[in-house]
């Protein structure tokens, strides 16, 4: 009986420490982390509603970093391999073509305009030298069929950048490249729940690990940028057990309560609320 009930209790403890293991973000240092903390990040830049400045453009970047703000950014590759700060995959929502971004050059791409405005598509390296290090940055590198070589840009280019950055991304082998080649840099899972997963499309085992962050294993994420609304009991154990706590997209000052940093867009919040 006592042996039965060994194996039962080491069973049970084992079942328990299986998802302690999984979720377990990485550590990062008070000097890491204080760039970040208790900051206002504008997203896209400070782009604006009717789209008279719109997002992602270095219009948007140059007012956040004029008024203070730490901004949010995507960053993708164009079929020529350059880095370009571009949301979408395709271009039919912002530029009006049919195309995806990654099949058109830079040459092609620095054509378009963005929302019907005067700004085009800028280059990654376009928008550090406007940012200049006035604000601390989240690159968001997409999920795209070149993965690795978007990594290996984007980091290049940063290694010469005096400023504050942070990654992250939805995809959490692309946050594993960054964990295994630039752990200089904070690194975070970008998530959501389960039920928004399926609604993007995806099947229901991959949505539940993601939006449960059971993939935290292959990254270790410092930081989870979870969307606004309830995070469900696996995420908030592992922002417990370490892991910062940023907010996206915010369109109100209240979601500031509890959170270390948060992504807001069409208000200007104050720059520091810690």
């Not at 009986?1 to 039962?8: F, N």
């Not at 039919?92 to 971004?101: I, K, P, S």
């Not at 928008?127 to 690159?139: S, T």
């Not at 899972?189 to 609604?199: D, G």
Request: aromatic share 10%; hydrophobic share 40%.
């Amino acid at each position: 009986m006592e042996k039965k009930t060994m194996k039962t209790l080491l069973l049970g403890a084992a079942a328990l420490a299986a998802p302690l293991y999984l979720i377990a973000p990485g550590s990062a240092s008070k000097r890491q982390k204080a760039p970040f903390l208790g900051r206002n990040f504008a997203h896209r830049g400070l782009h604006a509603r009717d789209k008279s400045v719109p997002e992602n453009s270095l219009e948007a970047f140059r007012l956040a970093a004029r008024a203070g703000y730490g901004m949010e950014l995507d960053v993708q590759l164009s079929r020529d391999g350059q880095v370009v700060v571009f949301h979408d995959d395709t271009l039919n929502r912002v530029c009006g073509v049919d195309a995806r971004v990654d099949e058109l050059s830079y040459a092609e791409l620095s054509q378009l305009k963005l929302c019907g405005t005067e700004y085009g598509i800028p280059l990654f390296s376009d928008v550090l030298a406007v940012v200049r290090g006035r604000g601390p940055l989240i690159v968001e590198l997409k999920n795209g069929r070149r993965n690795r070589e978007l990594c290996e840009k984007t980091y290049a280019l940063l290694e010469d950048y005096r400023g504050d950055v942070c990654i992250e991304s939805f995809n959490p082998f692309i946050v594993a490249w960054f964990r295994l080649h630039a752990r200089d840099l904070v690194r975070g899972q970008l998530a959501m729940r389960p039920t928004e997963y399926r609604k993007e499309g995806y099947g229901g085992v991959k949505g539940f690990l993601l939006g449960h962050t059971l993939l935290n294993v292959i990254a270790r994420p410092q930081f989870i940028a979870y969307k606004i609304g309830l995070r469900p009991p696996l995420v908030r154990l592992a922002e417990w057990m370490g892991a910062m706590k940023f907010d996206w997209t915010s369109h109100e000052p209240r979601n500031e309560r509890g959170r270390d940093a948060v992504i807001f867009e069409f208000y200007k919040p104050k720059l520091k609320f810690k």
